[in-house]
């Protein structure tokens, strides 16, 4: 048997080439068998094909064929954000750089848990994690209000930036993780978690796996947290707190306070951490930024740049005001960071994650951040707005649909008029088993309602007015 190529080394590119033109046109033929947003058939239909074209996953003999086989499979059986008709979720298409690089980091394959394995990937890590933290924070002058602590305007400069740092994760849910324990590591075993109604599943969750007190729900009336509820906690609860607000629920895409919450959490000595996974590409436009006016107040914020960062899944961010705070996560194994190897320069790896082994997922973000900049970026980010916006409008000005309102970041709400919550719930399965359009849903106000979440920046007018024409159509069937 002749030993299969490697895809690194010398020889690696002339083996990888056939094989990507492989996987390109498996890639094209299984989209082009879709035909669409989402597979037609529903599960039972998906499951079929699949194994179909898969057969025995381990037979005795190798099949040659196998790589364009199984792709084929995958893609006409997967959603495909790339179409502007899926639009259910945070889930977004990402861009050809990104995924690129992403090639890139499979190739040389570095293994971010030791400097020996990942000499160059580890210094870029360094790099772009305190750009980014850099981002979100800005030292200011002792004494220096509150309410100064604000996304900074593009291109600002100060000379006194933050001990601020951040930390590569594998999503919003492991970097909320990450928050609960630098706090509860800060502020002992007893620390309460305060967080509203609207938070992200994986906030109380977390908690949970870490041991805390079960976590206090704030109410969300408006879809955002109430300060004047949240006051009453924090003064009626003994501490210590940690408060965690949301900057884009996964609901609705609508941004908390954070001013006002960054100011009680100061007046009773709370912890505060911010959940930007969604809204915190905001950062990147000029048009947008301020509504994350006090991101930088708090002691934690998560970002997740495979959302509203156009990258291949994962590509999570947690940032630290306070760099001493990731102290706690130093761990020590001598095969990997020796005490005589760190004293000699060796840097140390371990600290920077609660896992081990870890993929090089910061080269595709570093690659995006380079070649975009800030004005690529940022033009992204206003285009998804915008066609949220337009998308708004056109709900508003037709009379068969009901908006819920406008949107805040790109998630945008809405009905059939006139439908029941069973017709809503029948109309969108029926959408997805069918394969023509893949939207999401959320109970806001004791009502369901059909959920647009558009991160695709070349969805156009017209694919949002076809859609409309869809949904209409199937709910009166």
Not at 96 to 103: C, M, T
Not at 417 to 442: E, F, N, S
Request: charged share 20%; glycine share 10%.
């Amino acid at each position: 048997m002749t030993t299969p190529p490697l895809a690194s080394g010398p020889e690696g590119p002339h083996a990888l080439r056939p094989l990507l033109d492989t996987v390109l046109a498996a890639l094209r033929d299984g989209t082009g068998e879709r035909g669409g947003p989402l597979p037609a058939g529903g599960p039972e239909t998906v499951v079929a094909r699949v194994r179909a074209a898969v057969g025995d996953v381990l037979p005795g003999e190798g099949d040659p064929e196998a790589l364009r086989h199984v792709v084929r499979a995958l893609a006409e059986g997967s959603a495909d954000p790339a179409n502007p008709l899926c639009i259910a979720h945070l889930h977004g298409p990402p861009l050809a750089v990104a995924v690129a690089a992403d090639l890139a980091a499979s190739v040389l394959n570095p293994s971010l848990d030791s400097w020996d394995q990942a000499p160059a990937a580890s210094e870029l890590e360094a790099l772009v994690t305190r750009s980014l933290a850099n981002e979100v924070y800005v030292e200011l002058p002792r004494g220096a209000g509150l309410y100064q602590f604000a996304a900074p305007p593009r291109g600002a400069t100060s000379p006194h930036r933050s001990a601020a740092e951040s930390l590569v994760t594998t999503g919003g849910t492991e970097s909320n993780q990450l928050a609960l324990l630098l706090a509860r590591e800060s502020l002992g075993p007893g620390l309460r978690l305060i967080c509203g109604s609207n938070a992200h599943h994986s906030l109380p969750r977390a908690a949970w796996l870490l041991g805390l007190p079960d976590p206090v729900i704030v109410p969300a009336p408006a879809g955002t947290l109430d300060p004047a509820a949240l006051d009453a906690a924090l003064t009626d609860l003994p501490g210590p707190h940690l408060v965690a607000a949301t900057a884009g629920t996964t609901d609705a895409g609508l941004i908390d306070p954070l001013p006002e919450i960054a100011a009680l959490c100061a007046s009773h000595g709370a912890r505060l951490h911010i959940d930007a996974a969604y809204g915190g590409a905001l950062l990147f436009s000029d048009r947008h930024r301020e509504k994350l006016t006090g991101l930088g107040a708090a002691d934690t914020v998560t970002l997740d740049l495979h959302k509203l960062g156009w990258q291949p899944v994962a590509a999570g961010i947690l940032a630290v005001r306070e760099r001493s705070d990731l102290g706690a996560l130093h761990h020590r194994a001598d095969y990997l960071n020796a005490d005589d190897d760190t004293e000699a320069g060796l840097p140390d790896l371990l600290g920077r994650s609660l896992r081990t082994t870890r993929r090089p997922d910061v080269l595709k973000i570093a690659v995006t951040l380079k070649t975009l900049g800030r004005t690529g970026l940022g033009a992204l980010v206003d285009q998804v707005c915008d066609r949220a916006a337009e998308f708004a409008e056109l709900l508003d000005a037709h009379p068969g649909f009901e908006l819920h309102d406008r949107p805040t970041i790109s998630t945008v709400l809405f009905r059939p008029a006139h439908a029941t919550d069973d017709d809503i719930a029948t109309t969108r399965r029926d959408l997805l088993t069918t394969g023509r359009a893949v939207l999401g849903r959320a109970r806001l106000d004791g009502r369901l309602w059909l959920k647009a979440t558009l991160l695709n920046p070349h969805t156009r007018p017209d694919d949002l007015a076809a859609l409309l024409k869809l949904v209409e159509g199937t709910t009166r069937r």
